[in-house]
Structure formats: C-alpha cells, structure tokens
C-alpha cells in the first residue's frame, strides 16, 4: 500500500514537473553568452527569472520561449523572462537590440517587451526592440504592436512601422515613422529559421 502510494506521488510531480514550461532553450549562440557569469552552450535550459548576458562584441544568442511561442534574438545586451504562462510572457529588454518572432496567434495571449521607457504589447509576429539608457526603438516588421510609453500614452504600430521612445512623450503616433528600407530584417530572422 505504502509503495503505490510513493510510486502515485512520485509520477504525479514527474507529471507536473513536465506539464509546466518553467524555462527557455538556448538554440544558438555566437561570441560570449552568459547567465549568472556562467557560459551557455546550445541546449542548456535557463530559467524564467535569469538574466541572459551577451557580449557587446557582436554576439548574440537564439532563445526558444517556454512552450515554443516564440524565439527571441539578443544582440550585445540583457534581457529576463520575468513570467511565462498559458496567457503569454513578460520579456524586460534592459539593453541591447532583440529581434522578436512570436508564433502564437490566440487573441488572448498576451506578449510584452519591457524596456526602461515604455512598453510593446505583441499583437503580430516579427518585431525588433533596443533598448539603452536614453531610449528604445521598436520596429514592426510583421504584425501589430502597441507602444506604451512610461507615462500611459499609447500608439498602435504596424507592418513596416517605427518609433523612438523617451519615456515622457506626449503623444506617441506622431512620433511613428514608415521605414525607409523595409526589408532590411530579413537576414536576422531568416538565419533565425522564422522568416516564411
């Protein structure tokens, strides 16, 4: 009686344990990598709530989200999975430049990068952020983001669309500009495999 009882408990946490996506998935890597001054390597698994560190050399690191909605490119900078659950992820950008694909295209999934001046809620696919300490930037290379600066003022931004974020703006949409040479992502997300 006692074993069946172990062995109920014991497949229940395994069950558990693999039912819940705690983590993200190194997919590839360039240069220096590094998460609590810890090189990574392709395949090691980082916890949400780790902060990804990558050289400003020109390296970067792929990272597959938990349950693979997505795949986040990071270039020279840092970046955290804060949360991670079945309605969607938070990512805070805190320097860098991130080239974002996400795959999920359910209504109520909610996909947000944080950066210092503002947030983008993910409501398209393709998207690249950079952050530093004076602004962020955030092009729409694919879908539709919202734009939020760190006073409530937002703007809806789409395909081929770009903004610079200071924090305070006033109003966000005159601020949005059309690229001038829209297919300038396509490199960065074709060798990250997402580009269709």
Not at 3 to 30: E, G, H, M, R, T
Not at 90 to 99: E, H, P, S
Not at 173 to 196: A, D, E, I, R, T
Request: proline fraction near 1%.
């Amino acid at each position: 009686m006692i074993k069946k009882v172990l062995l109920s408990f014991i497949l229940f946490n395994s069950l558990q344990s693999f039912s819940a996506v705690d983590y993200a998935v190194i997919k590839k890597i360039k240069g220096i990598v590094k998460v609590d001054n810890i090189l990574l390597k392709v395949g090691d698994k980082v916890e949400v709530g780790k902060e990804i560190v990558t050289a400003k050399d020109g390296s970067y690191v792929d990272v597959e989200l938990p349950q693979k909605i997505g795949i986040l490119r990071l270039v020279g900078g840092s970046f955290i999975v804060e949360s991670f659950n079945d309605k969607g992820s938070i990512i805070n950008l805190l320097k860098g430049k991130l080239f974002s694909y996400f795959r999920s295209s359910k209504e109520n999934n909610k996909n947000v990068i944080k950066t210092k001046m503002g947030s983008f809620g993910i409501r398209g696919t393709r998207l690249v952020v950079e952050a530093d300490d004076e602004k962020s930037f955030l092009c729409v290379c694919d879908g539709k983001v919202e734009s939020t600066n760190n006073v409530g003022i937002t703007a809806i931004l789409e395909n081929g669309e770009y903004v610079y974020l200071t924090g305070d703006e006033k109003n966000i949409s005159s601020n949005v500009k059309k690229v001038w040479f829209p297919f300038f992502h396509k490199g960065y997300f074709s060798s990250m495999g997402v580009l269709n």
